[in-house]
């Protein structure tokens, strides 16, 4: 089974302490996949204009939150780097004229860490966390993706890590997930198991509750899914493998790219 590339939706920081479906679906799921030789994570916690890339060679977690329990601020995932890989990286987007800026001391942000834990638990994989950027277009974004597919040829495990409904200020104390949210979820799922990327590309325009399901605030979760998708371009295979929703409209969606 050749690796396949992955969105994971990082849910609440307080999902790195939880024990719950999607906790125990994550755990099930790092036994399941072929062991990667590293895992590259597009996070939505690292938004910028530059493609960064981070360069160390022994990691530390970002606590980058607040307000959640004291035992969240004393987590560490010290999952170590790998020189080969970032410059393999590095190489492949200057081959696409894509400049890439090292950065050394930046720490695993949440978005990484608190999937990974549940994933890889014992920290003992080669971990390298690449920038998004919610400034370019869809496609530019699927098509930084495409620049590393050959990585999972290699034994990497490319992942994208944020959340397809992610508004922060609609959430509810409920069980029960808003329609809207819902609808969304599905449009995008509809998408994704036919490889429409047009529709995809105009999700702003063409998917419906749009404004709710991903404000202008929190573009960069949603993004994610393009560079995870680009990644498995050769191989256009899309399933979805967990869908749920905390707080009515915060979803945990995990969708397997090119491989069955």
């Keep these: 089974m050749t690796v396949p590339a992955l969105f994971v939706a990082h849910g609440s920081p307080a999902l790195a302490v939880e024990d719950n479906a999607y906790t125990r679906f994550l755990k099930e799921l790092g036994s399941r996949l072929p062991r990667p030789r590293g895992i590259v994570v597009f996070s939505a916690h690292w ?53 890439a800026r090292p950065v050394q001391n930046r720490g695993l942000d949440h ?3 608190v ?12 971990v390298i966390t690449l920038s998004v ?17 050959a990585l999972r ?16 200020r609609l959430l509810r104390n ?24 047009k529709q995809l590309f105009e999700y702003g325009k063409k998917a419906p509750f749009v404004k ?5 605030y929190a573009v960069e979760h949603f993004i994610p899914l393009f560079y995870a998708m680009g990644a498995a371009d050769n191989d256009r295979k899309a ?5 749920a929703y905390e707080h009515g409209c915060l979803s945990l969606n995990c969708w397997m790219f090119g491989a069955r």
């Design 153 to 168: 040829e290699q034994d990497i495990l490319i992942i994208g890590s944020g959340g397809l409904v992610h508004n922060l």
């Design 239 to 243: 399933q979805k493998l967990f869908q």
């Design 174 to 197: 409920t069980e029960e997930p808003e329609s809207w949210a819902t609808a969304f979820d599905d449009w995008i799922g509809e998408q994704l198991q036919t490889w429409n990327l």
């Design 212 to 216: 709710e399901a991903v404000p202008s």
């Design 115 to 126: 999937i990974l834990r549940h994933m890889y638990p014992q920290a003992d994989i080669p």
């Design 111 to 113: 978005g990484v860490w």
């Design 47 to 99: 938004d910028s204009p530059d493609q960064c890339i981070d360069v160390d060679e022994q990691h530390a977690a970002l606590h980058d939150f607040y307000g959640f329990p004291e035992e969240m601020y004393t987590i560490e995932y010290p999952a170590p780097g790998d020189p080969a890989i970032h410059n393999d990286i590095i190489d492949m987007f200057k081959l696409h004229n894509l400049s």
């Design 133 to 149: 950027d919610s400034r370019r277009s869809p496609k530019e974004q699927y098509d930084i993706g495409c620049m590393l597919s």
